[in-house]
């Protein structure tokens, strides 16, 4: 059974840094382009960032462009979003979302058919 | 890059519902669907237009026509109820793009 699990949520101050993680199971991690999605409270679902199985393709929404850094580890089955300059807007939940395409890059990479629950950034002062 | 969807359809159970996006060169795009439920994580529902993955009823489908794709729910249950969400690869911007999301009540 495919799980993923977030991790790294806090409230911060604007300005601030967080660094969010994500452990996955039961799939051949290695294989898989990896993203990030968030929600704010509310809100629709936002593409935040994406990273192919071998770390060769990536992309950022334009709004985290400059301010975030989207990282994996296979060995240890681990993705990462590094956030730096946090502010207001970047207040939601952030979830871990697994591709369906093996060994592709991240533009076709192909629907994302697993999320794990997510992690809360609260962004305030 | 924006992808237009009624923020609300209303539908009674045993009845169908059509939930629409839209969006510049559709025809260019393969669209996915997502469901999410209050308080969950999105859900997969419709892959690449019309493929309804593993587990998901076969009450649900998609199409994928000029400037609109639907996602079309027969026989609508109570359970259906939730947010769905269209998706696209935009290569404009180089970016994933979601819909504004449509909030189904039965």
């Known amino acids: 059974e495919v799980q993923l699990g977030e991790s790294g949520g806090a409230l911060v101050q604007p300005g601030r840094s967080l660094r969010l993680s994500c452990a996955a199971s039961?799939?051949?991690?290695?294989?898989?382009?990896m993203h990030w999605v968030r929600q704010g409270p509310g809100k629709g679902l936002e593409w935040v960032s994406g990273l192919s199985w071998n770390s060769d393709s990536l992309g950022y929404a334009d709004s985290v462009k400059g301010r975030f850094t989207v990282s994996r580890d296979n060995a240890k089955k681990s993705l990462y979003l590094q956030m730096n300059s946090l502010t207001t807007e970047d207040t939601a939940r952030y979830y871990c979302v697994k591709s369906k395409e093996m060994r592709s890059g991240i533009a076709v990479s192909g629907p994302f058919d697993h999320w794990g629950q997510g992690t809360l950034v609260t962004v305030s002062s | 890059y924006v992808l237009t969807q009624s923020p609300s359809v209303s539908v009674a159970p045993g009845q169908t519902a059509s939930i629409t996006c839209g969006g510049r060169?559709?025809?260019?795009?393969?669209v996915h669907w997502y469901q999410q439920t209050p308080g969950q994580a999105p859900v997969l529902v419709i892959s690449y237009d019309s493929d309804r993955p593993s587990g998901i009823p076969e009450r649900f489908s998609g199409s994928n026509s000029g400037n609109t794709a639907t996602l079309t729910i027969s026989r609508v249950e109570a359970g259906d109820e939730a947010d769905y969400f269209c998706?696209?690869?935009?290569?404009?911007?180089?970016?994933?793009?979601f819909g504004t999301g449509t909030k189904l009540s039965v």
């Open positions: 039961g799939f051949l991690f290695e294989d898989y382009a």
């Open positions: 998706q696209v690869w935009d290569s404009g911007s180089d970016a994933y793009v």
């Open positions: 060169h559709f025809e260019r795009n393969t």
